[in-house]
């Protein structure tokens, strides 16, 4: 703590560093000293040690989510879980049902997989969510059917960090016999996760989000009562035929070892990060035409999603060249849409434009939160000169009324 | 993305920053985008007894090479006749910024902006004909 590094990552919900423990742990997995062997090779202490490892990391992924290590499987990340849980759910209870439910604020891994199954003939219903980026409950049970087989809702979205009620939503499909898969990705370490208690029945997860590797996540599939699905990759049978391909030893040992520490360091970590954050907001907010996006209160510690009225964000983040952000103007995307999650909350295209996300995590320090509300007053205070929007605004013009020559 | 070192320059020291008066005979204005697309550029011109464009200021909200597209419009401008000034192509701004791709509506934009004010101030100039006559 108590220093300044330059840049200032500030994207910790696009990926973090991996933990200095965590990279030692993943070395001692590779190299011809190390634990290289296969998991699968039964006939030899090279297979039995590596399987070890990966037992144990196993029971640290399912002991942060309170699940019993069987009902872990893994794979390469977030993406491959949401697809092997939707696609693998939908197929497989098919004939029972056509219908899914999810919300406009998911994922691009779950709301194309869903596109996918629209494409296949199921039918999916994208719920707006309320202003403040909750899923309304009423509306949700509302667009169940008959025929509905699946819900898929996010846990902490990665835009705005807003926590859904998943227990609540779990308490209802459970009612209603219908099976509830999580998008996890962005919780571990940030939000307590226990799928009994929320009933969840599929959930994604993955490491490096949470100061683990790249490229490694898992699937926990519920065992009682057993929740069966379609495996979307085939081969070998490993996970119990549900994800072939051999185990990634040193990988699956990085997101362990991630978890253990999650698990551990949680409580005390959260406490630090939302000190930081709170600096950064009460830094920030004081300025004219700034809002907050998402619900304050139900939002991980690490998260904040500001617009600064009247300024463009991409333009707004070149300023910020020795800070790390990210943005939902679409400038900085391939797309000419601005976020749709932001969109999906009601934000005008201004708005939306006009956002950035900062999100902070384990190594930020109080001296880049200062250094950064000193860069961002001023970028933005630079911008607003250079704004005719802002002119506007300071003219009493509303903007609304004005005839655009759109393009 | 990374930015051209010119496109970096216009947007941190950008030229012209500011506003003529609106009303004045001899000023033209073009405003153009929309916030909704995530660019408006304001573009206005001012011109001697001559029809020469002695004055020009810009504001936009815009990304990076939009500012710097406006910016570099305003120097363009300047000591041009409207004629001339018409003539400016959008793959010129292109060029002298080294655009990528999905920039080019950026100089677009900023043409468009230079053919509105000059509209602005021709419309401004008949009407005065008019009443002259
Ligand atoms: C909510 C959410 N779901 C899924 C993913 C995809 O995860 P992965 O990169 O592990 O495939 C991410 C991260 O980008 C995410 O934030």
Sequence with gaps: MGTLNIPVYLDYSATTPVDERVAKAMMDCLTVQGNFGNPASRSHVFGWKAEDAVKEARANVAKLIGADPKEIVWTSGATESDNLAIKGAAHFNAKKGKHIITVKTEHKAVLDTCRQLEREGFEVTYLDPQDNGLVDITKLADAIREDTTLVSVMHVNNEIGVIQDIAAIGALTRSKKILFHVDAAQSPGKVAIDVDAMNVDLMSLCAHKAYGPKGIGALYVRRKPRVRIEAQIHGGGHERGMRSGTLATHQIVGMGECFRIAHEEMEEENIRIEKMRDRLWDGLKDMEEVYLNGDLEQRIPGNMNISFNFVEGESLMMSLKDIAVSSGSACTSDSLEPSYVLRALGRNDELAHSSLRFTLGRFSTMEEVDFTVKEVRKAVEHLRDLSPLWDMYKDGIDLDTVQWAAH | ?133
Excluded at chain 2, 8 to 31: C, F, Q, W
Excluded at chain 2, 64 to 91: P, W
Excluded at chain 2, 93 to 106: F, G, N, Q, R, T
């Design chain 2, 1 to 133: 993305m990374a930015y051209s070192d010119k496109v970096i320059d216009h947007y941190e020291n950008p030229r012209n920053v500011g506003k003529l008066d609106a009303d004045s005979a001899n000023v033209g204005t073009g405003m153009v985008g929309a916030p909704a697309c995530g660019d408006v550029m304001r573009l206005q011109i001012q011109v001697d007894d001559n029809g020469v464009i002695e004055d020009a200021k810009f504001k936009t909200y815009g990304c990076g090479s939009a500012i710097a597209s406006s910016s570099l419009v305003t120097e363009m401008v300047k000591g041009k006749t409207l004629d001339e000034a018409a003539a400016i192509k959008n793959m010129e701004i292109v060029e002298e910024l080294a655009l990528p791709p999905v920039k080019i509506h950026c100089s677009v934009l900023a043409e468009d902006a230079i053919a509105a004010a000059i509209a602005d101030i021709r419309a401004k100039q008949d009407k005065k004909a008019e009443s002259a006559a």
